[in-house]
């Protein structure tokens, strides 16, 4: 009788905090996600974006992404299956050259096929199943 109690109410915990808790897709929505890091350049990644770092928005209901490359601002198609990802070709940009460091944020955003939040509710970019970007919220 005693063990019926407590899985009764393990049970009606559990539930409670499943529809309490947001999924994995629902967590890019509503928030701003500054870069934290890059892989592949040789340089430091405060080297790379010195003044601005990159920015990225999603939007559900469109399914595009926006935000700035660090320089300037960008849009681009996003599609989202589980934890697939995939970006499309940024949109028209804003013309203003910082000194190339943006492409690549650009460029590496073509490669990125997955994602997953770490435990410190960062954004984590995947190309296969290494994190290629990684992202902190910053603001809604």
């Not at 892989?39 to 010195?50: D, N, V």
């Not at 935000?67 to 499309?88: K, M, P």
């Not at 960062?122 to 902190?136: D, I, Q, Y």
Request: charged share 25%.
């Amino acid at each position: 009788m005693k063990t019926s109690i407590l899985l009764f109410f393990f049970a009606i915990a559990l539930a409670d905090s499943c529809s309490n808790s947001k999924s994995a897709d629902e967590e890019l929505y509503g928030s701003t996600w500054e870069l934290d890091y890059i892989s592949g350049p040789r340089i430091a990644f405060e080297g790379l974006f010195p003044e601005k770092k990159p920015q990225i928005s999603f939007d559900q209901e469109s399914s595009k992404v926006s935000g700035t490359d660090s320089c300037n601002g960008y849009s681009a198609d996003y599609v989202l299956e589980g934890s697939s990802i995939s970006f499309g070709e940024p949109g028209p940009t804003t013309m203003m050259f910082c000194g190339g460091s943006e492409r690549q944020f650009l460029e590496m955003m073509k490669k990125i096929d997955g994602f997953f939040f770490d435990e410190d509710g960062k954004l984590n970019l995947l190309m296969g199943e290494v994190p290629m970007m990684r992202f902190k919220k910053v603001g809604p």
